[in-house]
C-alpha cells in the first residue's frame, strides 16, 4: 500500500531522457533571454538605481555636514559599476520569469500533493528575500555607514601640532570608492537576503523528513556557533553589524523550529485520520508531552 490517494498521481506521462533536456534547454533559453531583458532594462536607468543605493551613506554624511561624494579610481571603474547595477536588477526583474520556468520543469514529475506542498514554499522564497534584503537596506546598511564614518578625522590650521607652531593636525575624511561602496552595499543585501531563506529551507527539510523540530532544539548550540561564524563571514569587522545579524538569524531559527513543529503536528493529524498512526503509541505520547 503506498498511501497515496487514487487521484494523487503524476500529472505527465514519463517521457524519453532526450525530451526532458530539450525540455530543459528551452527552460534556461527563456530564462537568460528574461535575465538579459532586465540587465538591458536596467543598464539603462543604472544612475537612478546606483543614486539610490547610495542613500544610506549619503544620509550618513549628511548628518555630519559632509558632502556625498563617491570617485572613480580608475578609468573603467564608471562602467563596471553600471554593469553590476544591472546585474543585480536585471536578476530581480528576471526572478518572475526564472522562478516560473523552474517551477514548469519540475511539476510535472511531481504528485499532485507534493505540488501542493512545494509551490507555498516557491512563493514565499522571494518574499523572505525581499523582506532580508530590505532590512539590510533600511536598518543595517545605515547602522554600518555610521559606524564606519565615525572613524573619521577633522583637524584645524593655525594649531601647534608636537610643538611645531603652524602645523595643522591630521585630517582623514571619507573619500570612498563608487565600486567598494556598491560591492559593500551588495553583500549586505545579498547575505541577509540569503538568511532570511532559512525558515523557508528548514520547513520545507522538514516537511520532506529530514529535519525534526526535536533536532534543531537539541542543536541550538551548534546554531549558535554556525550562525556566529557566517555572521564574521558575511559582515564587515564591525560588532554593531554582526550583532545585528546574529540576532536575526537565531531569531529566525528559532522561528523555523515552531513551523518544523507545526508541519509535524498536521502530518501526525493526517497519519490519525487515516488509521497509520495510534495514539496509544509511546512515541506519539512523548510528542504530545512536548506540544504541551
Request: charged share 20%.
Given at each position: 500500500m503506498t498511501g497515496r490517494a487514487p487521484q494523487d498521481d503524476i500529472d505527465d506521462k514519463s517521457a524519453p531522457l532526450i525530451e526532458h533536456l530539450a525540455e530543459l534547454r528551452s527552460r534556461l533559453i527563456k530564462s537568460v533571454l528574461a535575465f538579459l531583458v532586465g540587465m538591458v532594462l536596467c543598464f539603462t536607468i543604472a544612475t537612478p538605481i546606483f543614486n539610490f543605493l547610495t542613500a544610506p551613506l549619503c544620509t550618513a554624511l549628511a548628518e555630519r555636514g559632509q558632502d556625498c561624494d563617491l570617485i572613480f579610481i580608475s578609468p573603467q571603474e564608471g562602467f563596471f559599476v553600471a554593469i553590476k547595477v544591472s546585474i543585480l536588477g536585471g536578476f530581480m526583474l528576471a526572478f518572475p520569469v526564472i522562478a516560473a520556468q523552474l517551477w514548469r520543469f519540475v511539476a510535472p514529475g511531481?504528485?499532485?500533493?507534493?505540488?501542493?506542498?512545494?509551490l507555498p514554499f516557491l512563493l514565499a522564497s522571494p518574499l523572505m528575500f525581499l523582506l532580508g534584503a530590505s532590512f539590510a537596506f533600511y536598518v543595517v546598511t545605515p547602522l554600518a555607514y555610521n559606524f564606519f564614518l565615525g572613524f573619521q578625522q577633522f583637524g584645524a590650521g593655525g594649531e601647534v601640532v608636537e610643538g611645531v607652531p603652524g602645523a595643522a593636525p591630521l585630517s582623514v575624511v571619507f573619500q570612498g570608492s563608487a565600486q567598494e561602496y556598491l560591492n559593500l552595499t551588495i553583500k549586505f543585501i545579498v547575505a541577509f537576503g540569503l538568511c532570511f531563506q532559512?525558515?523557508?529551507?528548514?520547513t520545507l527539510m522538514g516537511k520532506a523528513g529530514l529535519v525534526s523540530s526535536e533536532g534543531l532544539r537539541s542543536g541550538r548550540k551548534w546554531a549558535v556557533v554556525g550562525i556566529l561564524t557566517l555572521a564574521a563571514l558575511v559582515t564587515p569587522p564591525d560588532v554593531i553589524t554582526q550583532v545585528i545579524l546574529f540576532a536575526v538569524v537565531y531569531g529566525l531559527y528559532e522561528i523555523s523550529i515552531r513551523l518544523v513543529a507545526m508541519v509535524e503536528k498536521k502530518r501526525r493529524e493526517e497519519l490519525r485520520r487515516e488509521g497509520l498512526l495510534d495514539d496509544d503509541d509511546p512515541v506519539f505520547e512523548d510528542e504530545l508531552e512536548r506540544e504541551k
Open positions: 511531481l504528485y499532485r500533493s507534493e505540488k501542493n506542498a512545494f532559512l525558515p523557508v529551507l528548514l
